[in-house]
């Protein structure tokens, strides 16, 4: 009878635990995760975050800010949905400016949607030595690194021949409709990673134009798509589970 018990405190206490480290712990343990891409100039290393979410709570974007600063990469790039509301937008912006690296960015979904004027987003992109991509695309001083931008479909931008090409879309179903455009790697956000990940399953649930690219490495018909699950968390659903937030970091 002790022995049966002790297992069903034991199985009661699981989904207890899990509640708590997924409401507590999971949605502030930033992971750092180093990717290598075969194929590239070699020597590049640059940062990827996306859907930070800002809501007002400055240690989150803060914590990506300093991170990124201690590793100090090439340059660093964000794939949308930095906010949900306008009124939001200089408070995460003044962070993003302590930036020490060049930041390249694009918007998401919900920057569009709150409404807000993103020209200070962009600007802040240009103090740091980066650029705003929405639907551009630049070259490197050396010419080695093209780095493409999708704002919106149809896209107009071309991969460059003869140098690494780097797409950043907040979309990862956007990867399917390049049109026999193919790039180097491809960096999306937009799913969280499901934000609630079942081992041996994956995510519950997925947002629209994911096209089953919801966490990791794909081949897609543009090429290699990485998906970030992002730093923040979606509305007042500030919960995950098996997906931390990440700052991805690539060789090239």
Not at 88 to 93: C, K, T
Not at 155 to 170: E, I, K, V
Not at 222 to 235: C, D, E, R, S
Not at 241 to 252: D, G
Request: hydrophobic fraction near 40%; glycine fraction near 10%; aromatic fraction near 10%.
């Amino acid at each position: 009878m002790r022995r049966r018990r002790f297992l069903a405190h034991a199985l009661w206490m699981l989904p207890v635990a899990a509640a708590a480290e997924g409401a507590w712990i999971e949605p502030s343990w930033l992971s750092v995760r180093e990717v290598r891409m075969p194929g590239g100039p070699g020597h590049l290393r640059f940062a990827h975050f996306t859907d930070v979410h800002f809501k007002g709570d400055p240690e989150p974007l803060a914590r990506v800010v300093d991170r990124i600063n201690r590793i100090r990469p090439d340059f660093a790039c964000f794939t949308g949905d930095l906010i949900e509301k306008a009124r939001d937008l200089p408070a995460a912006v003044e962070i993003l400016r302590g930036l020490r690296v060049p930041l390249y960015a694009v918007p998401g979904n919900h920057d569009l949607w709150c409404g807000a004027r993103l020209e200070p987003l962009a600007e802040c992109c240009r103090f740091t030595g980066g650029e705003w991509l929405a639907d551009r695309q630049v070259s490197t001083a050396d010419g080695a690194l093209e780095l493409l931008g999708i704002e919106r479909f149809p896209m107009r931008l071309r991969p460059r021949d003869g140098a690494f090409n780097l797409l950043l879309a907040h979309y990862p179903s956007w990867a399917n409709r390049l049109q026999g455009r193919r790039c180097d790697l491809i960096l999306a956000g937009h799913t969280h990673g499901g934000q609630v990940r079942l081992p041996f399953y994956g995510s519950l649930i997925t947002p629209s134009q994911t096209d089953g690219y919801d966490l990791g490495h794909f081949d897609t018909p543009g090429g290699p798509l990485y998906v970030n699950p992002g730093i923040g968390t979606l509305g007042r659903f500030e919960f995950r589970f098996n997906c931390r937030p990440e700052l991805t970091v690539f060789h090239v």
